[in-house]
């Protein structure tokens, strides 16, 4: 999870380039705060973004006090978490008709924290709750994913049958209905992500290519154009990734991080 504060001197519009993901943003802002729009659909307030291979956009009122709690789930907890994942892929949802009451609760809980620490602490602790008394997904499916996820994308299905145990109907079959994308694309989502910080960090198209496994920078091309609609030279300019990997810590950081941008939309 990671905290956003800022006073916004302007209107906000920031594209996010799609993650693999289910996303919550906990809105805490003092008045109206960003609007998120998904294919056309708009939500206002705390949110839920599905994991999606689509665009979405943030957009904002002028001269707001804009703060926001961001919580990244893997796809194979955010099924327990939420009480529905699979269904949210490729759009976005109002939380509180995700969690009802409980989205209430838990805003309130969070506005009335005195810092960002006591805010993960009370994020964290309505997590663990949630997860705790739902079943988890098939431990096959979880495999797969983390499979994925050390791949970064670059796997083969049958491998990840073989690995698991199952056979390519069956995991097809149990991974589309719990995580909400086939293996296939699900990798494909993986492998554009890690394609996009490349990109972002400053790599020429043609070295992110070769070092992630597209046959050549025209497929790379095409993949990015099928994720964002946009070309690799745009998806490396784009505001979010510029300072994803500040928000978002390596995991041996060890903690959650607030990031506070200095008056910049």
């Given amino acids: 999870m990671a905290g956003f504060a800022q006073r916004v001197p302007a209107l906000v519009d920031i594209t996010m380039v799609a993650h693999p993901s289910v996303t919550l943003f906990v809105d805490l802002s003092e008045g109206e705060g960003p609007a998120y729009d998904v294919h056309g659909r708009r939500e206002r307030g705390s949110v839920v973004v599905g994991l999606t291979p689509s665009v979405l956009r943030v957009s904002g009122p002028e001269s707001e006090r804009c703060r926001c709690l961001q919580i990244r789930l893997s796809p194979v907890v955010a099924g327990a978490v939420l009480g529905a994942s699979a269904e949210l892929v490729g759009s976005v949802a109002?939380?509180?008709?995700?969690?009802?009451?409980?989205?209430g609760r838990t805003e309130d809980r969070l506005r009335a924290a005195t810092s960002w620490d006591e805010?993960?602490?009370?994020?964290?602790?309505?997590?663990?709750?949630?997860?705790?008394?739902?079943?988890?997904?098939d431990p096959e499916v979880a495999a797969a994913w983390s499979r994925m996820l050390t791949g970064r994308g670059r796997v083969r299905v049958d491998d990840l049958?073989?690995?698991?145990?199952?056979?390519?109907?069956?995991?097809?079959?149990?991974?589309?209905?719990q995580v909400g994308l086939a293996p296939k694309p699900a990798a494909r989502l993986v492998r554009f992500d890690h394609a996009a910080h490349l990109l972002a960090a400053g790599e020429a198209a043609a070295t992110v290519a070769a070092a992630t496994g597209y046959a050549d920078q025209s497929h790379l091309h095409r993949e990015v154009r099928a994720f964002t609609g946009v070309t690799?030279?745009?998806?490396?300019?784009?505001?979010?990734?510029?300072?994803?990997?500040?928000a978002w810590p390596a995991p041996?950081?060890?903690?959650?991080?607030?990031?506070?941008?200095?008056?910049?939309?």
């Fill in 252 to 265: 041996t950081a060890g903690r959650p991080h607030a990031q506070e941008p200095s008056q910049k939309p």
């Fill in 119 to 137: 805010r993960f602490a009370i994020a964290a602790d309505v997590l663990g709750r949630r997860l705790d008394a739902r079943p988890p997904h």
């Fill in 94 to 103: 109002s939380l509180a008709d995700v969690w009802g009451r409980d989205a």
């Fill in 161 to 177: 049958a073989s690995e698991v145990g199952w056979s390519r109907e069956r995991l097809w079959s149990r991974f589309r209905s």
């Fill in 232 to 246: 690799p030279t745009a998806v490396a300019a784009a505001p979010w990734l510029g300072f994803d990997d500040v």
